[in-house]
Nanobody, 132 residues
Framework: QVQLVESGGGSVQSGESLRLSCAASGVTQRPYCMAWFRQAPGKEREGVATIYTSNYDTNVADSVKGRFTISQDGAWNLVLQMNGLRPEDTAMYYC??????????????????????????WGKGTLVTISS
C-alpha cells in the first residue's frame, strides 16, 4: 500500500519561502506521476505542480509558475520549493501519486476524489499560511 507523508508546512510572511517534502513508501518500481495539490478554505482542490518519475516531465499551474518548483529528491521523495509566497497561496497542500496519469492529466484532472477518477493515493496534507 502506497503511503505519502507531507512535511514542511508552516506560517510565513508574504515574499518568504517554504520547502514542502513528501516521503513516499510502498511504491513499486513502475513509473508514477507524483503531484502537489492545494485546497484553500471554501475552494476546490487544485493542481499546483506535477512530475512523472520516469522522464521528469513536469507541469506547473499558471498561478505559481516562476515561483514554485517541483522536483524529486531521491527515488521516492517529492519536493515543492515555494518562493515569493503570497497570501493567496494559503491552503492545505497535499501530495498525491498515481501510476496511470501523465503529468498534464494529473495537474488538470487529478484533483478529483479517487472514486471520481482523481489521483489514486493521497497524503493527509500540510498547512501553509501566508500573512501579508
Amino acid at each position: 500500500q502506497v503511503q505519502l507523508v507531507e512535511s514542511g508546512g508552516g506560517s510565513v510572511q508574504s515574499g518568504e519561502s517554504l520547502r514542502l517534502s513528501c516521503a513516499a513508501s510502498g511504491v513499486t518500481q513502475r513509473p508514477y506521476c507524483m503531484a502537489w495539490f492545494r485546497q484553500a478554505p471554501g475552494k476546490e482542490r487544485e493542481g499546483v505542480a506535477t512530475i512523472y518519475t520516469s522522464n521528469y516531465d513536469t507541469n506547473v499551474a499558471d498561478s505559481v509558475k516562476g515561483r514554485f518548483t517541483i522536483s524529486q529528491d531521491g527515488a521516492w521523495n517529492l519536493v515543492l520549493q515555494m518562493n515569493g509566497l503570497r497570501p493567496e497561496d494559503t491552503a492545505m497542500y497535499y501530495c498525491a501519486a498515481d501510476p496511470g496519469m501523465t503529468s498534464w492529466q494529473a495537474l488538470h484532472l487529478g484533483g478529483m476524489s479517487t472514486h471520481l477518477g482523481g489521483m489514486e493515493y493521497w497524503g493527509k496534507g500540510t498547512l501553509v499560511t501566508i500573512s501579508s
